[in-house]
């Protein structure tokens, strides 16, 4: 039997589970983009792959594939060049990185969105967020090891995503701990991620190893061996 009679299968399954990485939606090849698309796909290229190699998630495929809630966006250009300025904008509004990290990760929590949660695992450790801490945030339960500021943004965020409502202490807290401007950055922040987790839900995008997983095990409680869906690397937000 010759080499060519053999089939690849490793590879016929590795490309399986890739194209599985865009949930309800295939992925989109960089070949197939529109000129809208392709203005879309460069500036996520120039932005996000950077950031994502940074914190150490996927954001794009070794094919060129753009994962997580990039593929989606890229359906709708327009929409994504808008989101693109306002979230440039919401970045440059000096919250720091820690703050941001947390902020982000308890959004995706509040949306058992296993997708995010992955991704900003490892930016949170990226930026020194304690494991203990993002295993509790994640799971749901007060996290400690956090500075004051950084406590008082989980805190707000949680109020705002999952209470719908701010008491009056919590907005002293927050207002004396980062200024109305920096407060209107975080809820700006918290509105940002709540689009994106909207996204991943809906199209039921799952983290790289719960490709071959029914939607139903892809929440972030059932992404095994790590809590709530806490994993040692990411995948990308």
């Known amino acids: 039997m ?19 990485l ?34 150490g998630f996927t954001a794009r495929l070794d094919d060129g594939r753009f994962v997580g809630p990039f593929n989606a966006l890229l359906r709708a250009p327009k929409i994504a060049t808008g989101m693109g300025q306002w979230t440039s904008q919401i970045a440059r509004a000096g919250l720091a ?39 509790a945030i994640v799971q749901r339960r007060p996290p400690r090891g956090l500075s004051e500021q950084v406590d008082v ?11 719908h409502v701010v008491p009056d202490g919590l907005y002293r807290e ?22 994106i987790c909207s996204i991943l839900v809906c199209f039921q995008v799952p983290v790289p190893e719960l490709a071959d997983a029914p939607p139903e095990a892809r929440s972030p409680d059932r992404a095994g061996g790590h809590p709530q869906g806490v994993s ?6």
Not at 8 to 20: I, K, M, N, P
Not at 114 to 124: F, Q
Not at 153 to 163: I, Q
Not at 232 to 237: C, V
Request: proline letters at 3%; a negative charge; charged letters at 20%.
């Open 22 to 55: 865009g949930g309800r939606l295939p992925l989109l090849a960089p070949s197939g983009l529109d000129d809208e698309q392709r203005q879309v796909y460069d500036a996520l290229t120039h932005t996000v792959v950077p950031e994502a190699a940074e914190s």
């Open 2 to 20: 010759s080499n060519s009679d053999i089939t690849d299968t490793t590879g016929s399954a590795a490309q399986g589970r890739a194209d599985r």
């Open 153 to 163: 943004a989980h805190r707000l965020t949680t109020s705002l995503v999952v209470d």
């Open 232 to 237: 040692n690397h990411g995948a990308t937000s």
């Open 97 to 135: 990185a820690d703050v941001r990290q947390v902020v982000i990760l308890t959004v995706g929590a509040a949306w058992s969105a296993a997708y995010e949660i992955d991704a900003h695992t490892s930016a949170a450790r990226a930026v020194g967020v304690p494991d203990a801490a993002i295993e």
């Open 174 to 195: 927050a207002t004396a701990a980062f200024g109305v401007a920096e407060v209107v950055a975080i809820l700006s922040l918290v509105g940002q991620y709540q689009t």
